[in-house]
C-alpha cells in the first residue's frame, strides 16, 4: 500500500468514526484550542491520577478532517501514558509536521499518526494537524491556565 493510500483511509477513518470524540464528564484537565484560519474549534479533556497517568482522554468540537482525525490518533497514542510520554509524542509529531522528518525509530512511536508526515508539505493544512497536539502540550506544561482559561491558538504554528 502506498502511503498516499494509507494517508486517506486513516484520515477518513478517524474522521469519520472518531473513537475518542465525545465528552468526558469525570475529566480533570481541559483546555479549547483554537485554529483561527480554518475555523477549527475543539476541546481536550483529559482524566489524569495522581501518579501523572493518563487515564482517559476525550475531545469535542468542529473543523476540518485533518483536525478532528488527527486529535484522534493523538487520544489513540496518548492515554495509558504518563503526562512526560505524552509530551514526548506531543513534541515528536510538532516535529514531524514543523521539520517534516523524523528517524524511523520515532516515526514508529508515532503509529497510524505518522501517516499524516506529508502535510508539512501542505503550509495551509499545518495549522489544523496541530492543534490537538498543540492544545495538549499547552495543558500538560500548565501554560494553559486551568483556573484562568483561555484558548490556546495555532495562530503562530
Known amino acids: 500500500m502506498n502511503n498516499r493510500t494509507f494517508y486517506n ?12 470524540k465525545h465528552e468526558l464528564a469525570d475529566a480533570n ?6 485554529n483561527p484560519s480554518c475555523g477549527d474549534d475543539i476541546w481536550v479533556h483529559l482524566d489524569v ?7 482517559k482522554g ?12 488527527s486529535a484522534d490518533m493523538m ?5 495509558g501514558k504518563t503526562k512526560e510520554e505524552a509530551l514526548r509524542l506531543a513534541d515528536l509529531f510538532l516535529k514531524m509536521i514543523k ?16 501517516s499524516l508526515q506529508d502535510i508539512a508539505h501542505m503550509p495551509a ?15 500538560l506544561t500548565g501554560e494553559a491556565d486551568q483556573d484562568n482559561p483561555q484558548p490556546v491558538s495555532t495562530e503562530n504554528d
Do not use: Y
Not at 9 to 20: Q, R
Not at 59 to 64: P, R
Not at 75 to 79: H, P, T, V, W
Not at 99 to 114: I, K, R, T, V
Open 125 to 139: 493544512r499545518v495549522k489544523c494537524a496541530v492543534l490537538g497536539w498543540h492544545t495538549l502540550k499547552e495543558m
Open 9 to 20: 483511509e486513516v484520515l477518513t477513518e478517524h474522521n469519520l468514526h472518531p473513537a475518542h
Open 75 to 79: 487520544f489513540d497514542l496518548i492515554i
Open 49 to 55: 491520577d495522581d501518579n501523572g497517568i493518563i487515564q
Open 29 to 34: 484537565m481541559t483546555c479549547e484550542g483554537l
Open 58 to 69: 476525550a475531545f469535542e468540537g468542529d473543523g476540518c478532517a485533518i483536525s478532528q482525525a
Open 99 to 114: 521539520e517534516g522528518h523524523l528517524s524511523d525509530e520515532e516515526m514508529e512511536e508515532l503509529e497510524e499518526a505518522a
